[in-house]
Every structure is written in structure tokens, then in C-alpha cells.
């Protein structure tokens, strides 16, 4: 049976095993469903601009994120420098998984729930493992994203930027789930589809990319070579119809090297750019740094997708 007639929506699609009602999704970090609900109240779940929601990223402690300031306005785009603040595994866990699964059960469509995607990141192997583990225990979580551009605590280099080690990363969290299992692949990186192979061999269930183009910014009215960065965290990563064209390029590479469903993102602002990275292999789109100006865009690119 087809997913349109198994899932009785026309634009439904299937998604390692989950039903999706349309092909667009949020980038992590990007849409924080919690406080949108606070704004829009019930309106948010009755219009949720998404057909899977991906969580922030969830690391295994509690974390501040970087000092201010945060965020720079680059040409085309923005350079971030959050640094991942977030509850910790067990604050997510307690305070907002329960929250979430109560939002999304209520935007599914015909009764169902709109899946949830909990994006996790860790500094070993080991550390993700421990929260792809922690994961696999709760039902109201139907995927894990991993996020390997965090340096290893070790080497300093990003564990997704290579192969060998983000090969065995995978491995380590496979182990731990019989959930999908996508890997968000880092831009930052010599071979990207080389890395999109790596974790196809580890047994990872999809690929997403592309997270932000490590990028800096000095400070305005500083001088020679004492000049200040800008943000607190030194540098950050860009994103926005800046990176649009490497995402495509990115995207085409990895879909052409992978058997994998491939999720594309960056810098999708229209129905035509998600067009074009599913037209280049994607399976699903993200939209990211777009709904920070309009929150309900994701759908009305669903919509135009669909019609
Ligand atoms: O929190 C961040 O600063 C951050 C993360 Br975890 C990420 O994956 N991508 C990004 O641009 N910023």
C-alpha cells in the first residue's frame, strides 16, 4: 500500500517506519515548541507548522550555554554561538519530554501524534551512547538525532568531521537503540559524503545536513591585532540563505553516495528552495534559521510542496 493510502493523507510520507503527514520539518535548535506554545497557546497545536518535531540538542549535564553575545548578523545570514544550553538529560527528561508529548499528541493529525525527534550530543562515544540508551527507554521519543559537531574532549576535533571516529560513535550508539538513529552530519569537514558512508556502515537509520558553516566575526571598533571577537564563544556557526547553495551542493553529494534517507536543511526560506533539496536526493526538508521570522513558515511551505 502506498503512504498516501495507508496514512489517508495525500502528502503523508514514510520515514524509517514513522508516518510523517508532509515532508517538512524544524532544524534543532531552531523552534522552541515549549515557548511557542506559551505565545500561541492552543492555536499552535491546531496549525504546528511541522510533521516531526526535532528537540534541541540534550546533553548529558546541565549546561549554561556561552557568554553574550550570541549571535552576530552576517551577509545572507546569522553566525550563532549558543553553545547548547539546555536542562541536562534528566531536566529534559522530567520536565520537558512530558510537555512536549502533551503538544504533540495534540497537533497529529486524524488523532495521531506528530513524532517526536530528540536530538542529542555528547563529547565521547561513550557519553552519547549513554543518552542514545536513556532515549530508547521512552516511548513518547520516536527517533534520535545525533549531533556530532562537538569536538572530542580528547583529540578537539569535531567527532563527525571524521569518519573513522564518527564510524564508531555510531556503532556505539546503534547498540543502544532499535529507534531510527539519524546522524547530523557536520558541514566542517573535508568529504561530507564520506562521513554520510561512515555512519551508513555504522548502521544510522537516515543522515541530516547540513548543520551551520563554522564562521567568525571581530568586533566592531576594535583595532590591529589586538581585535576582539565578537561572540562569547569565539566563533559560531552560520546559517540562513547564506549557506543555501552549500547545503544543496552538500545534499546532492551525500544522497548520491548513501542509501540512507537524507534530511536537507539550510537556508530553506521558500517552497522552491525545499523543492530543490528534494529534488537533490533529500527525502525530508528542514527549515531553520527561517521561522525565527516566521514561525508559521514550515507550513506554508508544506502546503505549497503540496499542491
Ligand atoms: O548550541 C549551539 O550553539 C549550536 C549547536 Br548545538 C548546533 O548544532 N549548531 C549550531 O549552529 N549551534
Request: proline share 5%; charged share 20%.
Amino acid at each position: 500500500m502506498s503512504a498516501a493510502a495507508e496514512s489517508g493523507s495525500a502528502a503523508a510520507v514514510e520515514f524509517c517506519g514513522l508516518w510523517f503527514a508532509h515532508r517538512v520539518i524544524n532544524g534543532s535548535g531552531t523552534f522552541d515548541a515549549l515557548a511557542a506554545r506559551r505565545v500561541f497557546g492552543a492555536a499552535l497545536a491546531r496549525e504546528f507548522p511541522f510533521a516531526a518535531y526535532v528537540s534541541k540538542t540534550i546533553t548529558l549535564q546541565r549546561r549554561d550555554g556561552n557568554p553574550a553575545p550570541r549571535l552576530w548578523e552576517a551577509a545572507g545570514g546569522m553566525i550563532n554561538s549558543i553553545g547548547l544550553p539546555n536542562k541536562g538529560l534528566d531536566g529534559y527528561l522530567a520536565e520537558d519530554l512530558p510537555q512536549l508529548s502533551e503538544l504533540l499528541a495534540e497537533a497529529g493529525p486524524d488523532g495521531g501524534s506528530v513524532p517526536l525527534i530528540t536530538n542529542v550530543m555528547g563529547s565521547t562515544g561513550e557519553e552519547l551512547a549513554r543518552l542514545v540508551a536513556a532515549c530508547d527507554e521512552r516511548a513518547e521519543i520516536a527517533a534520535v538525532e545525533l549531533n556530532v559537531s562537538c569536538p572530542n574532549v580528547k583529540t578537539g576535533l569535531d567527532i563527525g568531521a571524521d569518519p573513522k571516529q564518527l564510524e564508531q560513535v555510531v556503532r556505539a550508539c546503534r547498540e543502544r537503540t532499535r529507534k531510527p538513529l539519524i546522524v547530523k552530519l557536520t558541514p566542517n569537514t573535508a568529504d561530507v559524503a564520506l562521513c554520510a558512508q561512515a555512519a551508513e556502515a555504522a548502521g544510522a537509520d537516515a543522515v541530516s545536513l547540513i548543520n551551520t558553516l563554522r564562521a567568525m566575526a571581530l568586533a566592531p571598533g576594535t583595532t590591529g591585532s589586538s581585535r576582539a571577537r565578537w561572540l562569547g564563544g569565539g566563533t559560531g556557526g552560520l546559517s540562513g540563505p547564506a549557506i543555501r547553495v552549500v547545503a544543496l551542493a552538500q545534499v546532492a553529494a551525500v544522497a548520491a553516495r548513501v542509501e540512507l534517507p537524507v534530511i536537507g536543511m539550510g537556508g530553506v526560506q521558500r517552497a522552491g528552495h525545499a523543492r530543490d533539496l528534494l529534488d537533490a536526493g533529500a527525502s525530508l526538508v528542514a527549515v531553520g534559521s527561517e521561522s525565527f521570522r516566521d514561525p508559521t513558515i514550515a507550513s506554508r511551505i508544506a502546503r505549497e510542496l503540496s499542491s
